[in-house]
């Protein structure tokens, strides 16, 4: 026997489908695992900072820069967990590696270059006169990028992130 819908069916479902059904924003692993790693490696640079500088310094928790690279943390994080639940072959595999490629490329190169302009600029304005019209300006931010290894070494915590999360899972 053929059952015939209403479209008071049809929007009941789709009602108790969108409401009910939906998976929590904390079960999305590819996520979560960005999250993570960006967190882990912010947390680090405290204690990269402190083993460098010999100071602790609770700004390097939000400030860019510095070891490990948490942008390299967060897109190679969410690459790996995208490759382990949808598999390498995938289309978002594929997006997710060429952003952080991209990502990384940038911190260790276009960033990096700026930060080390900003720092040099900063030094040209404080050895100008008190009475130039330029000496009161503030300094530019100088962390900017990352070096090689601070990209590898955000790069490799991200991957581990992601494996480590995915297994206990």
């Not at 990096?112 to 300094?139: K, M, T, W």
């Not at 070096?147 to 494996?163: E, Y």
Request: aromatic residues 8%; glycine residues 8%.
């Amino acid at each position: 026997m053929d059952e015939v819908l209403t479209y008071a069916d049809v929007a009941a479902s789709n009602a108790s489908v969108a409401h009910g059904s939906s998976p929590p924003l904390s079960s999305n692993f590819p996520l979560v695992s960005a999250v993570l790693a960006f967190s882990v490696a912010q947390f680090l640079k405290l204690f990269t900072t402190w083993y460098k500088d010999k100071r602790w310094d609770s700004r390097r928790l939000l400030g860019s820069g510095g070891m490990p690279s948490s942008h390299s943390a967060t897109v190679v994080a969410l690459a790996v967990a995208v490759g382990l639940q949808e598999g390498i072959g995938s289309t978002t595999f594929a997006v997710a590696v060429i952003l952080a490629s991209i990502v990384m490329y940038d911190a260790s190169g276009i960033r990096l270059h700026a930060g080390r302009q900003a720092e040099l600029l900063n030094q040209i304005v404080c050895e100008l006169p008190p009475e130039h019209p330029v000496s009161n300006y503030r300094p530019l931010h100088e962390l900017l990028g990352h070096t090689k290894l601070q990209v590898c070494a955000g790069a490799l915590l991200g991957g581990i992130v992601s494996f480590l999360l995915r297994s206990s899972v």
